[in-house]
């Protein structure tokens, strides 16, 4: 059985089978989704947000949950696409990534600050 899964901000409808991934569906497709850690539930590269549909998905697994608290973006609908399965027609957003929330930001931000101070 095939179901529709819109990706935002794209507004782009895809099809696929029962229990394939939003990861799988939107690869497959040429959608961008990151997927880091390979879809191995061990980074936050592939959050999204349900916008519609979430009783069409899989449910949560304690796995997807604790990786989710580390997701900067967390939202009440979000989930990783790499984890969720799909069970019937579903609207999914992929967030903007934010170019300048990178790891070691931190440290870039002191890296300034030292420059300012050596001037
Ligand atoms: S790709 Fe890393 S958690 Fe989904």
Known sequence: MKHKVTFLPHKITVEVETDKTIMEAALAHGIELEHNCGGNCCCTTCHVIVREGEAH?????????????????????????????????????????????????????NFGEELLRSD
């Open 57 to 109: 998905l899989s449910a949560l697994e304690e796995e997807e949950t604790d990786r989710l608290e580390e997701c900067a973006e967390l939202s009440a609908t979000s989930r990783l696409g790499c984890q969720v399965k799909i069970r019937g027609d579903v609207m999914i957003e992929i967030p903007e990534r934010d170019p300048f929330r990178l790891d070691g930001l931190d440290e870039l931000e």
